[in-house]
Nanobody, 124 residues
Framework: QVRLVESGGGLVQAGDSLRLSCAAS????????MGWFRQAPGKEREFVAA????????LYADSVKGRFAISRDFSKNSVYLQMNSLKPEDTALYLC?????????????????WGPGTQVTVSS
């Protein structure tokens, strides 16, 4: 059974940092791009960042560019999201997923194997 599980969320103050982890089990995704999305209450799930396969290419939403960094560890079948200079507007449930081959990384519907998410709350 394929599972993705996110961890590392929490309650922090504006300006703080957090590192989220996404651990996959059941199969490896070395040949797939992986992505992070977030969803705030009452809002649509929005793209945050994506990372390529062995080339390590990354893509970020404008709202997090320069503050967040996505990375992956193939030996651990995991993806990470380092979040710095957090703002109250970053408050959301953060989820990771696997991008289907050949699909655009910014479109939610192009992802599969969603994890349950980890909550990030940033106080002002």
């Amino acid at each position: 059974q394929v599972r993705l599980v996110e961890s590392g969320g929490g309650l922090v103050q504006a300006g703080d940092s957090l590192r989220l982890s996404c651990a996959a089990s059941g199969r490896t995704f070395d040949n797939y791009r992986m992505g992070w999305f977030r969803q705030a209450p009452g809002k649509e799930r929005e793209f945050v960042a994506a990372i390529g396969q062995s080339d390590g290419n990354t893509l970020y939403a404008d709202s997090v560019k320069g503050r967040f960094a996505i990375s992956r560890d193939f030996s651990k079948n995991s993806v990470y999201l380092q979040m710095n200079s957090l703002k109250p507007e970053d408050t959301a449930l953060y989820l990771c997923a696997v991008l289907l081959l050949g699909k655009s990384p910014t479109v939610r519907q192009n992802y599969a194997y969603w994890g349950p998410g980890t909550q990030v709350t940033v106080s002002s």
